[in-house]
């Protein structure tokens, strides 16, 4: 059975950094396309960033573009998004996913598997 587990959330000031890991298990992941998303309370789950395995196509949403990178530890089945000058808007439960697929998607519907989420919190 296949299982995403996040990590690494937290409560940080504007400004700050936070790495969240994503640690993929019951499955190689090796060659398939893996994003990352995000819900706010009140709001859709939104695209924040995806990667192809190889890295050669790599998306981010425009609200984190420049800020957040993601990259992947293909032989340890992990990915990560690293979050640099986080803003109070980036607040919000962040999950990990994997497509099936090895192309790379920014649409939730795309994906096959999810995390459970893990809670950033950015203070002002």
């Known amino acids: 059975q296949v299982q995403l587990v996040e990590s690494g959330g937290g409560l940080v000031q504007a400004g700050h950094s936070l790495t969240l890991t994503c640690a993929v298990s019951?499955?190689?992941?090796?060659?398939?396309?893996m994003g990352w998303f995000r819900q706010a309370p009140g709001k859709e789950r939104e695209f924040v960033a995806a990667r192809s395995w190889s890295g050669i196509s790599t998306y981010y949403s425009d609200s984190v573009k420049g800020r957040f990178t993601i990259s992947r530890d293909n032989a340890n089945n992990t990915v990560y998004l690293q979050m640099n000058s986080l803003k109070p808007e980036d607040t919000a439960v962040y999950y990990c996913?994997?497509?099936?697929?090895?192309?790379?998607?920014?649409?939730?519907?795309?994906?096959?598997?999810w995390g459970q989420g893990t809670q950033v919190t950015v203070s002002s």
């Open positions: 019951g499955g190689t992941f090796v060659r398939n396309a």
């Open positions: 996913a994997a497509d099936r697929s090895a192309v790379v998607h920014t649409e939730r519907r795309a994906y096959d598997y």
